[in-house]
């Protein structure tokens, strides 16, 4: 910001003043604890959960059709 901008800003609001960022460090620590109960919800699952469980599919696998012969003729 050059001195002009800056000059302009205190004409255009000459009793304003800056009062930061008012929730960068909450909203960031909160984050950090975020991160940090789930890493040690990996870790406990990891650590004292019992082994990988068989995967079972949600849907039945659709059968394969039957073959049969085409019906629809061409002249």
């Given at each position: 910001m050059d001195q002009n901008e800056k000059k302009?800003?205190?004409e255009l609001f000459p009793e304003q003043t800056y009062v930061?960022?008012?929730w960068g460090w909450k909203?960031?620590?909160l984050s950090l604890a975020f991160i940090?109960?789930?890493c040690g919800l990996v870790y406990y699952k990891h650590k004292y959960g019992?082994?990988?469980e068989?995967?079972?599919p949600i849907f039945e696998e659709p059968k394969p059709a039957q073959k049969?012969?085409?019906t629809?003729?061409?002249d």
């Open positions: 302009r800003g205190e930061g960022n008012v909203i960031s620590f940090l109960f789930f019992g082994g990988l068989e995967i079972r049969t012969s085409d629809l003729k061409v």
